[in-house]
């Protein structure tokens, strides 16, 4: 008997990993949720969301499985996939898109942070960069990343669109070398000193302060701020286990995260940055002589 006890026990043992796999599969798996969530986020949000997923595991038990990407792909990767329970993007721009697409549950988003668009620069600002219109002079490497996928892409376009003369722009993109994929690579590509200066986000020199530093843009140049917003995925199988989640990245010890990262957690805090109080999120139709370039 005991042999025989040994036996199945060591079977079942053996089939745990497939049975585990097998439950991520199902349709509406309840032990799916509990287990594991999937969130798919635009890289704007990648420090301190991997920060957040490790302390919401090791408190609850539920591993939070991070895609990230340009905000556009991993919205393309969620839909094709029908897969995710979180869709975190870096701004309003393409949660806009998924609430009219009708992959995410509209009254569920909320917004965790608010990000301002500024200029980054390598530290010490070797190329003396300080307002867009340096951004023209002949000679600098110039990168933002693509408009038609990232966020901060969009808002880079917006701005030079509403603030550069046709010649000024012209030259601004005579000095464009390359779009970049995501907010990551494009703050990568600038603490690699590849290019020498990027139309980013603020808190891009949190990210590796020790190589990048930001030059505020002028009030005026700033025609509204980004929110990072999070939305429970008509996709999830199990919606609960996902609010749940959204709820801790929304409370104290998530939103503290985002802080520590250099986020901005309220729009006060960042209107005071910037030393005016701007129109936050929205959306903004990219001219098609940005798309695709």
Request: net charge positive.
């Amino acid at each position: 008997m005991s042999r025989l006890f040994n036996f199945v026990k060591a079977r079942a043992q053996a089939l745990r990993p497939w049975v585990a796999l097998l439950a991520t599969a199902l349709p509406g798996s309840q032990m799916q949720g509990a287990e594991r969530l999937l969130v798919f986020a635009g890289a704007a949000t990648k420090p301190p969301l991997e920060e957040v997923a490790r302390q919401y595991a090791a408190q609850t038990g539920i591993r939070v499985e991070l895609v990230f990407g340009a905000s556009g792909q991993v919205l393309s990767q969620m839909r094709l996939t029908r897969q995710g329970d979180l869709y975190l993007p870096g701004s309003s721009d393409f949660m806009e898109k998924a609430k009219r697409q009708g992959d995410v549950y509209s009254e569920s988003e909320q917004a965790i942070a608010y990000l301002v668009p500024a200029i980054n620069v390598p530290k010490g600002n070797p190329h003396r960069i300080r307002t867009l219109h340096d951004l023209t002079r002949a000679g600098l490497r110039i990168a933002i990343a693509n408009p038609e996928a990232a966020c901060v892409g969009a808002y880079a376009v917006e701005i030079i669109e509403r603030h550069l003369s046709p010649q000024e722009k012209t030259a601004l993109r005579q000095n464009l070398v390359t779009y970049t994929e995501s907010c990551e690579k494009t703050a990568t590509i600038l603490a690699l000193k590849l290019v020498d200066a990027v139309l980013g986000w603020n808190v891009f020199e949190h990210w590796d302060p020790k190589r990048i530093e930001t030059v505020p843009l002028p009030s005026a140049h700033i025609v509204r701020i980004g929110y990072i917003p999070v939305a429970v995925s008509r996709f999830s199988r199990n919606r609960e286990a996902a609010q749940a989640f959204l709820d801790f990245l929304l409370g104290p010890e998530g939103r503290a995260v985002f802080a520590r990262h250099g986020y901005f957690t309220s729009r006060e805090d960042a209107f005071k940055w910037i030393g005016e109080i701007k129109p936050v999120g929205g959306e903004y139709s990219v001219p098609s002589c940005w798309i695709s370039r």
